[in-house]
């Protein structure tokens, strides 16, 4: 028998709730991106990380196809296509080389650590909270005339919870 919090907790697929974790883990996402937004301040872009969580509903695995999930992860979003990455912690370097492409030509030895970092905070301040991302994948986003600079997403799955990773950089 479930426990009234336990049932409460979870949310249906049209009722997106987030957890007292999945809004921990988008308070940590929201502080590195302070942080990465003024290491990136040399490079003529804005770089701005945004976290959506909510519970997965239905326990883990998810029994909703990937592009079900990746839409649900970033609510708004116009989505072209969903790569699975495999194997799932891929998507750390992935985000890597999305803030690399934010160098000014030629790139740096500094500019590269100050990737490979910022993507490293990212993914302890989500895993902290959420706990291991079990399912990645890569969302490829169509772009408006009047959109960013270019945004790159990514849809993470752990055990417990479903998140969206929006990188947006702007000139």
């Given at each position: 028998m479930r426990r009234k919090t336990e049932a409460r907790?979870?949310?249906s697929p049209d009722r997106q709730t987030?957890?007292?974790a999945g809004h921990a883990a988008q308070a940590a996402v929201a502080e590195v991106s302070a942080v990465v937004a003024r290491g990136f301040d040399a490079t003529d872009h804005?770089?701005?990380l945004e976290l959506t969580t909510m519970p997965l509903t239905g326990g883990f695995p998810p029994r909703r196809p990937l592009e079900q999930l990746a839409a649900t992860s970033l609510p708004g979003t116009h989505i072209r296509a969903v790569t699975p990455v495999k194997p799932p912690w891929r998507w750390i370097e992935l985000l890597h080389g999305s803030l690399e492409t934010t160098a000014p030509h030629p790139r740096t030895d500094r500019h590269s650590s100050?990737?490979?970092?910022s993507a490293l905070r990212v993914a302890q301040a989500i895993e902290r909270h959420l706990g291991a991302v079990r399912i990645a994948a890569r969302i490829d986003l169509v772009h408006?005339?009047?959109s960013p600079a270019w945004q790159h997403a990514y849809a993470l799955v752990t055990a417990t919870h479903l998140a969206g990773l929006l990188v947006t950089v702007e000139d």
């Open positions: 907790d979870r949310s987030t957890t007292p804005m770089v701005n100050l990737a490979e970092t408006e005339a009047s």
